[in-house]
């Protein structure tokens, strides 16, 4: 494995709501190398947007450590810092809420390129903004420097978040998917330009949905974590966790997954839960927090004991007392 | 055969907007027969939402219905003949109002903030009552909450938590349980659901999926569905239209349109989903971007970006024929469009 870019060692966020502290983010440990293409999965509020938020320095942690080429994130300092800040990127999961409604996208782009002073003059900023919509995908570029992000599609303004993010050179980008933005064939050829940023630029990657089938196809080289309430479940080479969930949790999500196959859809067999209600953070359940749903429930060793991530079989880790790697 | 319960004919519908008319519906006739769920998909923009509002009469006053018919058939419990038939472009006032929620409700696509927030559940469904005049009178009270709770429990909601809530008690699913019970209330027959799932979680959308079978399985009722989760049609629907520029393109039952589509934008919009068990050559995105709707392209609507786009297609509009039984498209060259796009692809 190439060195590590960026590195979770017992990241833990904690929020105070009602007077009460919640763990949004409970003990993730992570190892992400340069250029991969990771993707966490889940349901809402297990917790992705703030893994995401803090790996991209927007929020800091409230125990643990992240560490950008070796050095902590917190205390880093200097060009080292510089380096981080422009190097990792967030692309919001809200397009609309994101976009100055007010500045033109040639503003959008031609300011945080001058700020750091990678284009100089008019005439550079303008190619080089020219050349980042055609990147993703914004052609011909004339005709969308004037435009206001209202003038624009929900798909399209999403690349031009992508493009505000590319101006600094970024090694890694935090994309979070906004649910509400789901049409398949704008959604499918924004991830294939993270495809081609990859490939071309060496760009890694995290992608944070709630899709199962469209983690697999983006993340086909890369890995899938699976988060619930805060913790990482199971994290593994994408197909394999696809097609060799080893946590029940993983293991009921695919399972409901409805399938766009009316005969598959259909005859797919249902892992039911025990329970559908998800726990409140307010109210963690004991030991291993997915028991109360859980459909293999073991009894007292579930309710007690928080079971560590720990190696499974082909290839993934999971955090589950049942699952071990098989001996070969 | 019975008649369908709903026939829609011509039916076309344009916003006002200030750079010019949104031509949002454009000549869409299908029929939902009785029992029977209809999907319509397509992708954001195409006028699925405007199809809902237009059938339930709920559209904005921007929105003018400039032509076509929607027919309702009113049909007794075990009869098989009509016992009324409804033009619903002509309901005025009182008749509207009982057409809405009765024969026809609709949960919406923004269903998640459609509750009252300063309202408990019990009080939603109160006023549905009574300003539908659904069991008036003395009975009222617990005649509507034995109904009420019926639905919920149907929902698989505990209705004793439920009834006292308040909306932001409960989660987004939650609300959209209570949201699909409150639109079955007064029994209709058709039941129309504006992506009843887009803004939920995995389980929570198999949830709802799982509910909404099991209803139409106990009460039978029609459903129309209208979503981009080509999954959701494939799972709950009998019969798929696909929508484009405002016009439907195909339909046909649900197996013919996921397994043998004819026209270049269904089998397009089928190859762009991924699924669990496809494999990551096989996905292929619709190139291009949806229509101004301001500014429609000649001929077929989908020419600029369609590979098959010849001249014939530049110029003249496909109408929506039967190729097969119960099969319909809307293309120039649909007998040779899936051999044609392989080629094409194999190329590219
Ligand atoms: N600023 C905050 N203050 C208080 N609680 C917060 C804050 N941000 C997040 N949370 C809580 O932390 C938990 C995790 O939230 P997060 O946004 O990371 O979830 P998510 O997995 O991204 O969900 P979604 O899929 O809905 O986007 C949630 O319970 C959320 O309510
Ligand atoms: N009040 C309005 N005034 C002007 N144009 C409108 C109005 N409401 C919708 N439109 C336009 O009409 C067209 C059809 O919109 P509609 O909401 O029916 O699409 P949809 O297929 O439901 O899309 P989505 O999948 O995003 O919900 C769009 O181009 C939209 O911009
Ligand atoms: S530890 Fe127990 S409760 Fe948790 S996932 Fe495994 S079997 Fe289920
Ligand atoms: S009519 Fe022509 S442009 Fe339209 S879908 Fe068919 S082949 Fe494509
Ligand atoms: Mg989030
Ligand atoms: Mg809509």
Redesign the pocket.
């Known amino acids: 494995m190439s060195e590590p870019l960026i590195t979770l060692e017992h990241v833990t966020r904690t929020?105070?709501?009602k007077g009460q502290t919640?763990k949004?983010?409970d003990d993730v440990n992570l190892t992400i190398p340069q250029g991969e293409m990771l993707c966490l999965v889940?349901?809402?509020?297990?917790?992705?947007?703030?893994?995401g938020k803090m790996i991209a320095g927007l929020l800091p942690t409230s125990a643990g450590r992240i560490l950008y080429h070796g050095k902590d994130i917190a205390t880093i300092a200097g060009n080292d810092r510089k380096a981080y800040r422009l190097g990792v990127q967030m692309v919001h999961?809200d397009p609309y809420a994101s976009l100055n409604p007010t500045q033109t996208i040639y503003d959008i782009l031609a300011a945080p390129l001058q700020h750091h002073g990678f284009t100089r003059g008019e005439y550079e900023t303008k190619r080089r903004i020219c050349h980042l919509l055609e990147i993703v995908d914004l052609t011909p570029p004339d005709d969308f420097l004037e435009k206001y992000p209202h003038q624009l599609s929900g798909g399209q303004r999403q690349r031009v978040s992508v493009a505000r993010a590319l101006t600094v050179l970024p090694t890694f980008i935090v994309a979070?998917e906004a649910?509400s933005m789901v049409d398949v064939s704008i959604r499918i050829s924004l991830l294939n330009m993270f495809a081609r940023l990859k490939d071309e630029m060496g760009v890694g990657v995290l992608l944070?949905t709630?899709d199962l089938a469209l983690a697999k196809y983006f993340a086909w080289e890369g890995r899938i974590g699976v988060?619930y309430l805060?913790r990482l479940v199971e994290i593994g080479p994408a197909r394999q966790v696809v097609e060799h969930p080893q946590h029940p949790y993983t293991q009921v999500l695919l399972s409901a997954i409805p399938e766009a196959d009316p005969d598959a859809t259909r005859a797919k067999p249902r892992v039911a839960l025990r329970s559908t209600d998800m726990p409140s953070?307010l109210r963690l359940p004991t030991g291993c927090t997915f028991h109360p749903r859980c459909p293999v429930f073991a009894g007292e060793v579930c309710e007690n004991i928080v079971p560590p991530l720990e190696k499974a079989n082909w290839g993934s880790e999971a955090a589950c007392h049942l699952v071990h790697a098989n001996e070969s | 055969m019975a008649e369908p319960t709903l026939s829609v004919r011509d039916l076309s519908i344009v916003y006002q907007a200030r750079r010019g008319q949104v031509q949002a519906v454009r000549n869409i006739s299908f029929d939902v027969e009785r029992g029977e769920a209809v999907a319509l998909i397509g992708e954001s923009g195409s006028g699925k939402t405007t199809v809902g509002l237009g059938l339930m009469r709920l559209l904005p006053a921007t929105a003018n219905i400039i032509g076509g018919s929607i027919v309702y058939r009113r049909y007794k419990n075990g009869s098989n003949s009509a016992s009324r038939e409804t033009e619903v472009l002509a309901l005025k006032g009182d008749n509207l109002r009982q057409f809405r929620w009765r024969e026809c409700a609709m949960v919406f696509q923004s269903a998640l903030n459609a509750l009252n927030p300063v309202l408990r559940i019990s009080e939603h469904f109160a006023d549905t009552a009574k300003a539908h005049g659904y069991l008036s009178g003395y009975r009222q009270g617990t005649a509507l909450r034995e109904r009420s709770w019926q639905l919920l429990s149907m929902v698989r909601l505990d209705p004793e938590r439920v009834w006292r809530s308040f909306p932001h008690e409960l989660s987004g699913g939650m609300r959209q349980r209570v949201l699909i019970a409150l639109a079955l209330l007064l029994e209709p027959q058709l039941l129309i659901l504006d992506e009843p799932t887009t803004a939920l979680d995995i389980l929570t959308q198999r949830n709802i999926m799982d509910v909404l079978k099991e209803l139409r399985d106990k009460l039978g009722f029609s459903m129309l569905f209208i979503s981009h989760d080509l999954a959701l049609a494939a799972e709950l629907a009998d019969r798929v239209a696909t929508v484009y520029a405002g016009k439907i393109i195909e339909v046909g039952d649900v197996r013919t349109i996921f397994r043998r589509p004819y026209h270049p934008y269904t089998i397009g919009l089928i190859k762009a989903v991924p699924t669990l068990t496809s494999d990551k050559s096989s996905l292929v995105s619709v190139p291009g971007s949806p229509p101004d709707l301001i500014q429609l392209p000649t001929g077929c609507k989908f020419h600029p970006r369609c590979p098959l786009a010849d001249e014939r297609s530049q110029q003249e509009e496909p109408a929506l024929i039967e190729v097969e039984p119960g099969h319909h498209v809307a293309c120039w060259h649909w007998t040779h469009a899936r051999e044609a796009l392989k080629a094409y692809r194999a190329e590219t």
């Open positions: 929020f105070t709501v919640i949004a983010v889940g349901e809402s509020g297990c917790g992705k947007t703030t893994t999961q979070d649910v944070i709630h988060m805060g953070l």
